[in-house]
């Protein structure tokens, strides 16, 4: 999924999120299921992707939802939240909720992003 790429790719290089993960740009990761590493990190995924436009009988567009979950153990994200909010707005995702929850040692803001993709050009 190219979008996937492009969310990498900004998250990965934006220097306002990097320089505040324990490890630069490996700090981003698509799963944290084998990650055991320092925080704070960052995981992003496709949780939604819902057909939302049609021409002609033919699904043209869809809406997809990305979560990107900021992962530290003293809650100290509020410039990496800052960072990913700019980064991802600056693709042309808009911002749909934040939540934050605690999870045993560590805290986690999720970062909710939608974006109308569409698969022909001019839409």
């Not at 990097?18 to 981003?28: D, F, K, P, R, Y």
């Not at 995924?45 to 939802?65: C, K, N």
């Not at 809650?75 to 800052?82: C, L, P, T, Y």
């Amino acid at each position: 999924m190219e979008l996937l790429k492009e969310i990498y790719s900004t998250l990965s290089t934006t220097p306002a999120i990097i320089s505040h993960l324990a490890e630069g740009a490996n700090g981003v990761w698509a799963d944290l299921t084998d990650y055991s590493g320092r925080r704070p990190v960052i995981a992003y995924s496709v949780i939604s992707d819902v057909p939302s436009l049609f021409g002609d009988d033919m699904e043209i567009g869809r809406r997809v939802t990305v979560q990107i979950s900021i992962v530290t153990t003293d809650g100290a994200d509020n410039a990496i939240v800052k960072g990913v909010n700019a980064a991802m707005q600056r693709i042309g995702w808009m911002r749909e909720s934040t939540n934050r929850v605690t999870d045993g040692k560590d805290r986690i803001t999720a970062l909710r992003f939608m974006i109308l993709d569409t698969e022909k050009e001019g839409i």
